[in-house]
């Protein structure tokens, strides 16, 4: 499996703090995305950046990919209770007409 | 934003029957669409690619014969479980890609458990 790693595993934060999580592949790619998943609900996508990008803002979240290094993070800035869920990596990786390999995931937690 | 929706949202089902889930593309035409399975707090893992009216390309140590992947128009796919087991139990997601995009969009899952 060519499966991507992420760590931390779980992350456990208070609310107001940053969360930082990384990612790590082994392919070549077109793009990353970042995924929340809620316990036992579907995806919900939070940002993608493509391959020359080098990184990219949407909201509280800010997400850096180095392609030399193979890896991207994801941090999410001044945290809420509600941000609280799985968050997964998933590359799309090139000569695979947009197949996605998810990462193992990180599960934040939230507290007031 | 792009809607995709699965129905049923859970079944449970005895072992040796069928269970059929589908996957539909509210407001955009899927050229392309993928099926996931997810054990419990493990990540997602692509079972199948399937493209509208041609076969399902299928991952390595996914049996074809076992999970049926019928993609017979632009906003409708359907995976049947057949002769389930309680192994087979698990969350299965499916997402749909528009012509047009690298952007997958992402059905709210089905729980499947077999007894």
């Known amino acids: 499996s060519q499966q991507g790693e992420e760590d931390p595993q779980a992350l456990s934060i208070q609310e107001g703090e940053n969360a930082t999580m990384n990612c790590s592949y082994k392919t070549s790619i077109n793009n990353l995305q970042w995924y929340r998943q809620n316990s036992g609900r579907g995806l919900v996508h939070l940002i993608l950046i493509r391959s020359n990008e080098r990184e990219k803002h949407s909201g509280r979240l800010r997400v850096t990919l180095d392609t030399s290094k193979k890896s991207s993070s994801l941090l999410i800035t001044a945290s809420r209770a509600a941000d609280t869920a799985s968050y997964f990596c998933a590359t799309d990786e090139t000569g695979t007409a947009s197949k996605l390999t998810f990462g193992t995931g990180t599960r934040l937690q939230v507290t007031l | 934003g792009a809607v995709v929706s699965q129905h049923p949202s859970w079944v449970i089902c005895k072992s040796g029957t069928s269970v059929k889930i589908e996957c539909r593309s509210l407001d955009f035409q899927a050229t392309t669409m993928f099926w996931y399975r997810q054990f419990p707090k493990q990540s997602l893992m692509l079972m199948a690619t399937s493209n509208e009216g041609s076969k399902a390309t299928y991952e390595q140590g996914v049996e074809k014969d076992k999970f049926l992947i019928n993609h017979a128009s632009l906003t409708l796919s359907t995976l049947t479980v057949t002769s389930a087991h309680p192994e087979d139990s698990s969350f299965y997601i499916c997402?749909?890609?528009?012509?047009?995009?690298?952007?997958?969009?992402f059905g709210p899952g089905t729980r499947l458990t077999v007894t």
């Open positions: 997402s749909a890609r528009p012509r047009r995009g690298h952007e997958q969009y």
